[in-house]
Nanobody, 130 residues
Framework: QVHLVESGGGSVQAGGSLSLSCAIS????????IGWFRQAPGKPPGKERE????????????DYADSVKGRFTISQDSAKKTVYLQMNSLKPEDTAVYYC???????????????????WGQGTQVTVSS
C-alpha cells in the first residue's frame, strides 16, 4: 500500500511555469512506476483522465504524451520519496486537475491508462489563463 499527495498547483498565465510534487509514503519499494494524469471538464466518456507522463522507479525511464512532450518533465527523488512534474510553456488547454498515481509490483500495464493504476492522490488544480 502507498499513499500519494499532490501539491504545487495554482493559477498561472499562458507561457508560465509550475512545478507539481507527488509525495509518496508507505511501501515505496513496491512501486513499479508513477504516472501523472490530468482531468479537464467536458471530456467525452473514456477520455476523462489523460495520462501525460510516466516514470519507472528502478530504471528512471520516462515517457510522455505528445500533448506535453518538450514542455513537461517528470523526475523523481528517491531519497525524498517524491516525484515531480515540471511544467513549462503552459497553455490554457493545460487547465485541469492533475493527479499522480502508482503501479505496484514487478510489472505494470500501459503507463498512460488509468486502469493500470491502483493508488491515486487527491489531485491538485492547475489553471492557465490566456
Amino acid at each position: 500500500q502507498v499513499h500519494l499527495v499532490e501539491s504545487g498547483g495554482g493559477s498561472v498565465q499562458a507561457g508560465g511555469s509550475l512545478s507539481l510534487s507527488c509525495a509518496i509514503s508507505g511501501n515505496t519499494a513496491s512501486i513499479y512506476s508513477i504516472g501523472w494524469f490530468r482531468q479537464a471538464p467536458g471530456k467525452p466518456p473514456g477520455k476523462e483522465r489523460e495520462g501525460i507522463a510516466g516514470i519507472w522507479r528502478t530504471s528512471g525511464g520516462t515517457d510522455y504524451a505528445d500533448s506535453v512532450k518538450g514542455r513537461f518533465t517528470i523526475s523523481q527523488d528517491s531519497a525524498k520519496k517524491t516525484v515531480y512534474l515540471q511544467m513549462n510553456s503552459l497553455k490554457p488547454e493545460d487547465t485541469a486537475v492533475y493527479y499522480c498515481a502508482a503501479i505496484l509490483g514487478l510489472h505494470g500495464g500501459r503507463w498512460n491508462q488509468p486502469s493500470s493504476y491502483a493508488f491515486w492522490g487527491q489531485g491538485t488544480q492547475v489553471t492557465v489563463s490566456s
